[in-house]
Nanobody, 126 residues
Framework: QVQLVESGGGLVQTGGSLRLSCEAS????????MAWFRQAPGKEREFVVTISSAGHTDYADSVKGRFTISRDNAKNTVYLQMTSLKPEDTAVYYC????????????????????WGQGTQVTVSS
């Protein structure tokens, strides 16, 4: 069974940085498009960023220029480097994976992803 395990969340002050990791097991990682979503209390899960198997990326406007996604196929891991964090970035961050042969970036809806991690909490204090 495919597993996605996130790590790296925590508490940080406004303007700080965090790096999230998501390691996949029991998959041919290079066949997956990967994404990060987040969900704040009382809000719907929202798209943050995606990276295709070929490394093409697409960012939500709210994080563009502050967050960077990358992947290491040899380590079956996707990363999310978050800088200039704001209180509105506070949420549980989820890693998602979708099997696809399309190598370009595409903003799939949450329901279209095949696998999800358990989430990691990111809290940005003001």
């Amino acid at each position: 069974q495919v597993q996605l395990v996130e790590s790296g969340g925590g508490l940080v002050q406004t303007g700080g940085s965090l790096r999230l990791s998501c390691e996949a097991s029991r998959v041919t990682f290079s066949l997956f498009a990967m994404a990060w979503f987040r969900q704040a209390p009382g809000k719907e899960r929202e798209f943050v960023v995606t990276i295709s198997s070929a490394g093409h990326t697409d960012y939500a406007d709210s994080v563009k220029g502050r967050f960077t996604i990358s992947r290491d196929n040899a380590k079956n891991t996707v990363y999310l480097q978050m800088t200039s964090l704001k209180p509105e970035d506070t949420a549980v961050y989820y890693c998602a994976a979708k099997i696809t042969t399309y190598t370009g970036s595409y903003r799939y809806r949450a329901q279209q992803y095949d696998y999800w991690g358990q989430g990691t909490q990111v809290t940005v204090s003001s």
